[in-house]
């Protein structure tokens, strides 16, 4: 059944009240493991999925993107299309799981050990199935379909998480076993849904395989320097402290980018309207009015977050943060306040991001942020290590890394499409229009 287009407004709405329930729910996972694990488990559940990510980001092959390109601009047979694209899944997933491996073998198996580690593993496939459904879901526009995705798989962990800990009494195990619940949950709204098209068998054609490729691999290189940006001083910290201190980290980094809910909301419609857009110039008047309207909302939600990252942390970690030692919350809030200005920055490149990579530009984003990376990386060596700052000086490197690229990308972006700044970053009183608009038509008349 075909779920119909909506406006970019709409579809945001859709979007975004999907991403308040996972964020809801990834706070309540973060909250139940800190409470109940302290910030050794946080550490674990911030290691392990930190570097999947990494990993994901550059064997995923961007599929998910070259997926919603070719399909929104081409019409292919489903079983072949579908069947090319499992093949490549499977490819995907079997890199994926020998690299994640390699990389735990470095450290985090020696801190947890391999059994609490296997799980992990194990949700790679399912993980990367819930991306690939994702791309198709978004080049057919259909939201209602990626959102459920997203919301089971959040809602599967939330509740594998609970019956592990409580029922089931699993420890430490619960981090890794409840995850690869959540990522089975969330993988079987693509299977369900698409697997009602057509039967999917794996195969092989070289000219959709090579063009999946070829138009994937732009996405997958500007993920994975994305993904380096945000996640490289996780590596370095868990080499260099304490993993109790990696999950205070950890916990600091979720609980700022609690900010990109509406950027990320955004940003994504923009990948679907964006690959459909008959003109470039309409995306990119599209795409900035929306930072417009999208960044003073951040702004004013990183100001209360500034001020609440205190209670916050004690809310999360309780007496457990107490007990780490005198210093602990001082260290925690300052981490958290520290790396605000950053992600509100960063909201740039989530919203001007979906635009480009719409239209199948992913690598002019990566250029910038390849710059930014290799900042982030010196100054975190030299902050944790040299000058042993520990988290806060991750959070400083992390802070610099995400201004530095978002300020690079916005300045080529701008640059290329011949765009004002004082276009791009003030809102105008046109582009409430809209909103004002509905709002009116929703009042009703006086009795």
């Known amino acids: ?28 996972i973060s909250l139940i493991i800190a409470r109940s694990l302290g910030p050794d488990g946080q550490g674990l559940y911030t290691v392990a999925f930190a570097t999947i990510n990494m990993v994901n980001s550059i064997t ?4 998910n993107r070259s997926l919603t390109i ?29 690299l994640v491996s390699a990389t735990f073998a470095t450290g985090p198996a020696q801190t947890f050990g391999w059994p609490l580690l296997i799980p992990a593993l194990a949700s790679i496939p399912f993980i990367l199935l819930i991306d690939y459904g994702n791309g ?43 995850f690869l619940i959540g990522a089975m949950a969330g993988a079987a709204s693509p299977i369900l849904r698409l697997g009602q098209e057509a039967k999917v068998w794996p195969r092989f054609d070289k000219p959709v395989v090579s063009e999946l490729v070829n138009l994937g691999l732009k996405y997958a290189v500007a993920a994975f320097v994305i993904a380096l940006n945000y996640r490289v001083n996780v590596l370095v910290l868990e080499r260099s402290v304490s993993i109790g201190l ?25 990948i679907s309207k964006s690959a459909n857009s008959g003109s470039v110039q309409d995306a990119v008047d599209r795409s900035v009015k929306a930072l417009r309207l999208t960044l003073p909302i951040t702004v004013v939600a990183g100001a209360a977050l500034y001020f609440a990252a205190g209670p916050l942390m004690l809310l999360f970690f309780g007496q457990k943060l107490s007990d780490a030692g005198p210093t602990a919350l001082a260290q925690a809030t300052a981490t958290t306040r520290t790396m605000i200005p950053g992600v509100l920055l960063g909201v740039i490149y989530k919203v001007l991001g979906g635009d480009l990579a719409g239209r199948g530009e992913p690598l ?3 250029r910038s942020y390849a710059v930014a990376v290799i900042v982030n990386l010196a100054l975190s ?34 640059k290329r499409y011949e765009v004002k700044w004082s276009d791009a970053l003030i809102a105008k009183k046109s582009d409430f229009a809209p909103i ?7 009042k009703k008349p006086a009795a």
Do not use: C, H
């Open 364 to 366: 002019f984003a990566a």
């Open 136 to 178: 198709i879901f978004l080049a057919k526009q259909q939201m209602k379909s990626f959102n459920a995705s997203q919301m089971q798989r959040y809602a599967g962990y939330m509740i594998g998480l609970l019956v592990l800990l409580f029922v089931v009494k699993a420890g430490l195990m619960s981090v890794t076993m409840g």
């Open 1 to 28: 059944m075909s779920e119909g287009k909506q406006s970019l407004a709409g579809s945001s709405i859709l979007v975004f009240l999907a991403k308040l329930f996972t964020l809801s729910a990834g706070l309540i």
């Open 60 to 63: 995923g092959l961007g599929m």
């Open 70 to 98: 070719m399909y929104a601009n081409k019409n292919f047979d489903l079983k072949t299309f579908y069947g090319n694209a499992f093949s490549m899944l499977l490819l995907s997933a079997g890199v994926a799981i020998v």
């Open 436 to 442: 004002l608009k509905k709002l009116k038509r929703g």
């Open 381 to 414: 060596v030299v902050l944790i290590r040299q000058f042993n700052m520990g988290i806060q000086g991750g959070a400083i490197a992390s802070s610099v890394g995400y201004s530095l690229g978002a300020l690079l990308f916005l300045f080529a972006y701008l």
């Open 246 to 270: 990696v999950g205070v980290y950890g916990l600091g980094v979720s609980l700022v980018e609690v900010l990109w809910q509406i950027p990320t909301a955004v940003g994504t419609v923009l």
